[in-house]
């Protein structure tokens, strides 16, 4: 089944009892029991709801995984995945990452026994890491914010030679230009607030697994810790996934267009986006991708927080904002915004500075876009 047809079919059946095209939005919190432990289906909405049942079942199907969970959030996701391991265990990241998730590692989860190492995209420096006690490698590829790329083939390698569980966040790329559970990884992150969800009106989170031991574990939490999406997220996840498809192309086509404007502009001194020719992850994005994805971050040239904000004030389509991955275009200033939290002496040296500018590309006219940039950066 190709990909614009599962988005559309995939994990999902007409209601058997009502024959409705569209999965039902199952507002309950419990369910009537014909039995004492018997166990018959769904017996409590935190355990198992069907519409939240359907819209794992459709993320499993995209991702090509026998097993997805849905979270309150990417954060709370990860939370679950964290809360496998146990004190002495020891995670390899890579140095580029979303703001929220290195919060989450030293704040949350150091102080609790874990240990963390940081590295950058190169397989190599992932190997060069191991110790005995590592469990997981943990990166970002496409990252957030500089759009690195990391070769998911090769560390998958790595891991597997050293018995260590393979993490991916997948939400830059989505599984519509991504899939490393193929590419060997063991485990993919979604914040399906995001291009999932794709309008900007939830907040959500997914994981999808290939292990059924691992599953079970994080089935538990997912209970346990109760961090679940109600119905109505859910039955939102669902109706954005229906258009994820058509959605991710326009992005990237609006993408493209705009990193090749914002490459030759006089004020912009560096673009990042693996669509470019020029990009030194051209060739890897079209290797391990099947898009390039709408995200495109850029330095601009005697860049600071004034000046950014004097280009912000300018800007009337694209919106100033947190978060990412809905049909308007947003933008954001990754060293007081998402990534705020880390230490300015290491957010500089992975090259989050304050002439750092990210966007998430929209799928409004391409034109009207590239003449709102044009405006606000002269």
């Not at 935190?46 to 954060?75: I, V």
């Not at 397989?123 to 191991?130: D, G, K």
């Not at 990412?324 to 300015?344: D, K, Q, R």
């Amino acid at each position: 089944m190709q990909f614009k047809t599962k988005v559309i079919h995939a994990g999902l059946e007409h209601d058997k009892s009502t024959g409705a095209v569209i999965t039902p939005l199952y507002l309950t919190s419990t369910y009537r029991q014909e039995e004492v432990a018997v166990h018959q289906g769904f017996e409590y909405s935190r355990t198992g709801n069907p519409t939240r049942k359907a819209l794992e079942d459709s993320l499993a199907a995209l991702e090509n995984g026998p097993f997805a969970l849905a979270f309150s959030s990417g954060m709370a996701a990860e939370h679950a995945v964290l809360s496998t391991l146990t004190p002495g265990d020891h995670v390899v990241a890579c140095s580029d990452m979303y703001g929220g998730t290195y919060r989450l590692f030293e704040d949350v989860f150091k102080p609790l026994g874990l240990e963390f190492s940081y590295v950058g995209w190169d397989a190599a420096e992932f190997e060069s890491a191991v110790k005995q006690n590592t469990k997981l490698f943990w990166i970002e590829s496409p990252t957030n914010p500089l759009i690195h790329l990391i070769d998911i083939k090769a560390v998958s390698e790595i891991a597997g030679r050293n018995n260590i569980r393979l993490v991916i966040d997948n939400t830059f790329a989505t599984p519509c230009f991504q899939q490393p559970l193929l590419l060997g990884a063991s485990l993919v992150v979604h914040s399906t607030t995001k291009y999932i969800g794709g309008h900007s009106d939830l907040i959500g989170g997914a994981l999808v697994v290939n292990d059924e031991e691992w599953y079970g574990k994080l089935k538990f939490l997912q209970n346990a810790i109760g961090a679940i999406p109600g119905a109505f997220d859910s039955w939102l996840m669902l109706r954005g996934i229906k258009t994820l498809a058509i959605r991710m192309k326009q992005h990237e086509e609006n993408a493209l267009k705009i990193s090749g404007f914002l490459e030759k502009h006089p004020a912009v001194s560096e673009v990042y986006y693996p669509g470019l020719p020029t990009s030194p992850y051209h060739e890897l994005a079209r290797r391990q991708m099947n898009g390039f994805g709408g995200m495109v971050s850029f330095k601009m040239k005697d860049g600071n927080l004034k000046r950014a904000n004097e280009f912000f004030k300018k800007l009337k389509i694209i919106t100033l904002a947190e978060s990412l991955g809905g049909v308007e275009s947003l933008i954001n200033y990754p060293a007081v915004m998402t990534h705020g939290s880390i230490p300015e002496k290491q957010r500089m040296a992975i090259g989050i500075t304050n002439d750092l500018v990210r966007l998430s590309v929209g799928i409004e006219d391409s034109e009207d876009l590239i003449e709102e940039l044009s405006l606000a950066l002269s």
